[in-house]
């Protein structure tokens, strides 16, 4: 086999590589200076007039270790991004995290137990923080700190302006992880809940949300994310713009505007599908809406929301509702103004509220 051969399948090689990883790690003047290394030692070898088989195989050699570095750095990357989310998340002492507030988690040494049922942050460029628009006093030692964390509890929201402008609205029973400033071109957070984004858009730097289970990349557009069932069911529905949806298993999806993308990860199904985004995006305003919406979904809401257990029988899984549900009102209303909207009686035993289809 001849040397330009050679080049030419250990950079077909590579590219493969690349996009099996789906990460743009080099290049093409990157891979031509790597096989320029790769040549020059082929040259040394030449020098002392060992056989050309000889040379061959050293040079498949080095290409195959190249190679295997390539790879290895790849995974590490990735494992490592992992691995700091988790551990922030397993990590954090529940004790120290009443569950009627919402939490600002600024480092180790710095908590803030924020009162109210909504909250606004705001994280600006000159790195100061304001929380309802009240300056926030951060411990000079801890401006470093890598990532902040927003835990919002049951029957609270939260609304977080990130430094680069992107917007979010931050649902009840959800945990974000984000850095303070983003840096060495990246954008990206974590999240375990419900999110409404809307992204500040920038052509070199796409913006990552990571859940357990799926990435969604985006540049600049608006869509909200959910996940359920400790991470394993996840939902993306887009209102404006273009997402690409990454599973683990690295099968990736484009959504456009008005669908919604829903992805079991125990079974490794997703499925998308065109929907009335104001179903999935109106509680960032205060209220759920719905049309012709299973009885079953509004429920898993409601109950999500305000955490209170609900149970219902298989009847009630059959039927449709349509209307308004206004957040700010106690469980109580919530629950009075849906027996006007579906077929259903309420009663409440021993602190669990049973809902049955009227006879």
């Not at 994310?225 to 599973?247: F, P, Q, R, Y």
């Not at 919406?293 to 298989?314: A, H």
């Amino acid at each position: 086999m001849k040397d330009n051969d050679i080049h030419r399948n250990v950079k077909a090689f590579i590219s493969q590589l690349l996009q099996m990883e789906q990460k743009e790690v080099l290049s093409v003047e990157d891979e031509d200076i790597l096989w320029n290394r790769i040549e020059k030692a082929n040259q040394q070898y030449t020098k002392t007039k060992r056989t050309r088989r000889y040379i061959f195989s050293s040079g498949v050699a080095a290409s195959i270790a190249l190679l295997a570095v390539i790879g290895w750095n790849l995974q590490h990357r990735t494992q490592e991004i992992e691995t700091d989310y988790l551990s922030i998340i397993d990590t954090e002492p529940q004790e120290n995290l009443p569950s009627s507030n919402i939490q600002l988690l600024l480092s180790e040494n710095q908590r803030l137990s924020l009162d109210g049922k909504e909250v606004e942050i705001d994280y600006q460029q000159d790195g100061d923080i304001i929380v309802n628009d009240e300056k926030l006093e951060v411990k000079e030692e801890e401006e470093k700190t890598k990532f902040n964390q927003l835990i919002v509890p049951i029957g609270k929201r939260s609304f977080l302006t990130l430094a680069d402008g992107t917007k979010m609205w931050v649902n009840s029973n959800t945990r974000v992880i984000y850095p303070v400033q983003f840096a060495n071109g990246k954008r990206e957070i974590f999240v375990e809940g419900e999110i409404f984004l809307d992204v500040s858009k920038d052509e070199k730097i796409p913006f990552i949300v990571k859940t357990q289970k799926i990435d969604i990349k985006v540049l600049g557009t608006q869509f909200n994310v959910s996940t359920a069932d400790n991470g394993s069911i996840s939902e993306v529905v887009l209102v404006s713009g273009k997402v690409e949806v990454k599973t683990n298993l690295n099968k990736k999806s484009i959504l456009y505007p008005s669908q919604l993308f829903s992805y079991n990860a125990l079974t490794d199904k997703s499925n998308i599908k065109e929907v009335d985004i104001s179903d999935y995006v109106a509680w960032k305003d205060g209220y759920y809406q719905f049309h012709q919406q299973s009885l079953d979904i509004v429920l898993k809401k409601i109950t999500k929301f305000y955490g209170t257990q609900i149970e219902w029988d298989e009847n009630v899984k059959g039927l449709t509702c349509s209307g308004k549900l206004d957040l700010k009102e106690d469980l109580a209303s919530v629950l009075e103004i849906l027996t006007k909207a579906a077929p259903v009686k309420i009663k409440k035993q021993n602190e669990i509220i049973h809902i049955y289809v009227k006879p």
